[in-house]
């Protein structure tokens, strides 16, 4: 190797340190970038690939800002609260503090090896009390304003995690983390009304710059339905009625029974006694299942109820079924089922022999959920759905039978814990009457209390519950002992960023209105539904409560692709693939590892690690380092070396592409820019400075430590990470297209434009494109080609 990557890799960290190269300075009458990757749980494992597939990108996108002369704000810190955390201390017997502390200080060092260029003081922690002081505070507030309440709810119980789990934090019935079973129980927890903020949620998506996907992801989780609420009048009932929500009100003459949710209110109620036994045999048996499980169900279940509705037009009576198939939670837990149209009822209606009635026409066979023309629907026959739709609608209205109705899919914000390693809830409850008082920002932080021991207790009750003098809060109140998810404190951290000493807010006005919204936020596509929506949730609220200056928290948002095994599979310990970024440093360099991240492909791909992909990027830095250094290390540039043309626009050439790629993210056309240029100035006789500094500035961004110190050695003064970023020449960045005619055997059938120096190949690839000149070659052989440039391709064929 031609430089010894060991020395020069300390060296350059060593030095941006003690120069804070990378402070970014507030107040500036620069332009600002504020560029942030997601912070990383400090696990005891250190930092994986995964990170750096993360963290380069942004790195790469800082510097280069810097060079273009922005004020630049990269900050990185620790989402130190959370299961993972917890659990490691629980295993190791270490307070959790400690174990997290180390594990910040192990990933900082890694980090700093990399050379991501971080402003380490703004860093932050959210276990650290000056920083949850202010998680807590927003949590007084949204309780001042009704948004965080308490509430019995069925939640997600994992027995063997011994906590409750968001929605979000289960899969397929199973803890995300670990893969438990979850079950259904009723629990008294603290809940945000993030359901409040449904339609500014949804509405903001159409001011930010996200990925398709992640838009889409998050505008199904909010999940918007139009639709109806209609009244059902009960057979022999007075005053109750039952209420449905539907999106078809237009299958009104289509609906043949009704359908509650196991917990709905109302079923007990009208049950008659001989029917009661078998109705609450079958909600026992549904309230053990998930709501995940019911959905996933593949056979319906279900039970009669012995009760009828009233079809509010028609006046026929509808049997009241109960199903778990219709979910307590959603539009208003009941159904009108029609089964000809839906799917779900129409399964339903076969396995327990109902009516089934058409009343749209199209589809070959029921169940048909397409648009027709309406049938046997009195006053809606002949028209189209949506048509159908609004007459329903309005005739509903004027009836007093139900009105139109928007509805969510979202569900409120599961808030509390019951473990150790989270911010305490900061509130106290009145030992008397159980109301409840949260404190005032001079009693916070609550800080986290000793406890005898942080595993989670068999009765559900939070570990906070066993220091009893701390619970005690004074003579009248008791503390709350639940802590927060670990998705709290990274719900506002972008905030703290911009102003992270700030005693007396949780981030000034000023800093505020000078950094955000973040310009650039990237990590992985799993959090969607999860942080993405929270944070955009709590930045909405703070914005409305004068704490935040901008609704939406982040201007453009991207997620990198994952990094896989070199057998393409994901890395998992069991597999034995995963490569340990500290022993490909040690090997290759920071800067190999840094380069070949943007190399293997598009940031956002998934893509499998490749040791040959390394080596290659690493002679792609020797050839670099060889051409300005002999092997005695001395330069070997010559000044006043002559700069043909070709080459010069090649470098201009590159300039420009190096800029706009690392704007549109596409770091690996970049790299392969400057390999280009870099094999263009092996085939001239003899290099200059001029013709490798510009190289230099523009490869700094993603092997910073090899480009400072070249830099040095060719005698420039300064940091090449600051130095302003190369002017290009437009005049030498256009091609000068040679309009060349296209001959087969001799007669002219188009014209192609080529460059001087386009090959004889590339010129056929380019007639090839050409209709006419395709149809004159079709089933011949080419035997000659005469060509020259700007002035004739003549194709002799047989
Ligand atoms: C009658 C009907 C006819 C329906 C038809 C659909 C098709 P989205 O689009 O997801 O909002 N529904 C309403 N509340 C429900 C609940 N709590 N649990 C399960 N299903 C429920 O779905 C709305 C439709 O889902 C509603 O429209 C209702 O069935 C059902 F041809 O009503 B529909």
């Known amino acids: 190797m031609a430089y010894s990557h060991q020395e020069i890799d300390s060296k350059w960290q060593d030095l941006w340190t003690k120069n804070q190269i990378y402070k970014a300075e507030f107040p500036s009458t620069k332009p600002k970038y504020y560029a942030l990757d997601m912070f990383p749980y400090p696990s005891a494992k250190g930092l994986h690939v995964g990170h750096l597939a993360s963290y380069t990108p ?20 620790f989402d130190a609260f959370g299961l993972p955390a917890e659990q490691f201390a629980i295993q190791t017997g270490t307070h959790p503090a400690l174990t997290t502390e180390e594990a910040i200080n192990n990933f900082r060092r890694q980090m700093d090896a990399f050379g991501f260029s971080f402003d380490w003081d703004r860093s932050l922690s959210t276990a650290d009390p000056k920083f949850y002081k202010w998680t807590q505070f927003i949590f007084t507030e949204l309780y001042k304003k009704g948004l965080a309440y308490q509430k019995e709810v069925p939640v997600n119980w994992c027995p063997a995690l011994k906590t409750v789990l968001a929605n979000e934090e289960v899969v397929d019935g199973k803890s995300e983390r670990g893969g438990h079973p979850v079950i259904r129980m009723p629990m008294k927890q603290w809940m945000l009304k993030i359901t409040d903020y449904s339609e500014p949620l949804l509405q903001g998506l159409d001011t930010v710059d996200f990925p398709d996907r992640t838009k889409e992801g998050q505008k199904n989780w909010i999940g918007k339905s139009l639709g109806a609420e209609i009244r059902f009048a009960i057979k022999g009932e007075k005053t109750e009625t039952l209420t449905v929500f539907t999106t078809r009100p237009d299958t009104l003459f289509g609906a043949t029974f009704m359908v509650l949710a196991p917990e ?51 006046k026929k009576e509808l049997p009241i079924w109960i199903a778990d198939y219709v979910l307590i939670d959603y539009g208003s837990g009941a159904i009108m089922a029609v089964p000809g149209h839906d799917e779900r009822d129409f399964e339903f209606a076969q396995k327990y022999g109902l009516e089934i009635v058409r009343v749209v026409e199209g589809g070959d066979e029921l169940p048909y959920s397409g648009d027709g023309q309406m049938v046997n629907s009195d006053f809606l026959n002949g028209l189209s759905k949506e048509d159908a739709i609004k007459k329903m609608v309005s005739h509903l209205e004027n009836q007093n039978l139900g009105h139109g109705q928007v509805q969510y899919k979202l569900r409120d914000w599961l808030f509390s814990r019951q473990r150790y390693w989270g911010e305490p809830i900061p509130v106290v409850k009145n030992i008397k009457d159980g109301s409840i008082k949260p404190l005032s920002l001079a009693e916070l932080p609550v800080e986290l209390p000793e406890v005898a021991n942080y ?10 519950a066993r220091n009893t003098a701390w619970v005690n809060y ?84 991207a997620h990198q692709g994952m990094i896989l095994g070199p057998d393409g599979e994901k890395m998992s310990k069991s597999r034995g693939n995963v490569i340990n970024p500290d022993d490909v440093k040690a090997d290759f360099g920071a800067d190999a ?123 420039q003064t300064g940091f090449v990470c600051v130095t302003p970023w190369p002017q290009y020449d437009e005049n030498l960045c256009v091609d000068n297209l040679l309009v060349t005619a296209v001959q087969v055997n001799g007669k002219t059938r188009g014209t192609i434009d080529v460059e001087a120096n386009t090959s004889e190949d590339e010129a056929l690839k380019l007639a090839h494109n050409l209709k006419t000149v395709q149809a004159q070659l079709e089933g011949k052989n080419i035997v000659k080609v005469i060509y020259k440039p700007g002035r004739i391709l003549n194709i002799i064929a047989k």
């Open 455 to 464: 595993e989670p207790s068999e009765s559900g009750e939070a570990p906070l």
């Open 593 to 715: 590892i840094r380069v070949y991240i943007c190399f293997m492909g598009p940031y956002d791909r998934d893509k499998p690690w490749s040791t040959d992909g390394i080596y290659g990027v690493r002679r792609f830095l020797d050839r670099i380092w060889r051409l300005c250094l002999d092997e005695d290390q001395n330069v070997q540039l010559q000044d006043g070396a002559e700069f043909p043309e070709d080459a010069q626009k090649v470098l201009h050439k590159t300039i420009k592409k190096v800029a706009q790629d690392i704007e549109s993210l596409n770091f690996n056309t970049a790299v392969s820019a400057m390999m280009i240029y870099t094999n263009e100035l092996y085939k001239l006789p003899k290099v200059s400075k001029e013709m490798v500094l510009p190289l230099i500035q523009i490869l700094a961004p993603f092997a910073p430590h090899f480009c400072e110190e070249l830099w040095q050695r060719l005698g």
């Open 58 to 77: 942004t790195d790469v996108v800082s510097r280069y800002k810097r060079a273009q002369g922005f004020n630049v704000l990269h900050p990185m810190g």
């Open 474 to 557: 004074s003579e009248d109140y008791t503390r709350e002992v639940d802590t927060m998810p670990g998705s709290a404190g990274s719900s506002w951290y972008f905030l703290r960023y911009t102003d992270p000493h700030n005693e007396n807010e949780l981030a000034s006005p000023e800093a505020q209105k000078y950094w955000m919204p973040v310009d650039l936020y990237l990590g992985g596509p799993e959090h969607t539904v999860g942080h993405l929506l929270y944070s955009r949730f709590w930045q909405r609220f703070l914005y409305e409560q004068g704490h935040a200056t901008t609704p939406e928290p982040y201007a453009k948002l």
């Open 264 to 314: 709905h209110p109302a079923v007990l109620e009208i049950t008659p006694t001989e029917k009661l036994p078998e109705v609450k045999a079958y909600i026992d048996s549904t309230s053990r299942k998930s709501e995940v499980d019911r959905k996933a169900a593949k056979e319906k279940s279900g039970c009669f109820t012995g009760a009828f509705a009233i079809h509010p037009i028609t």
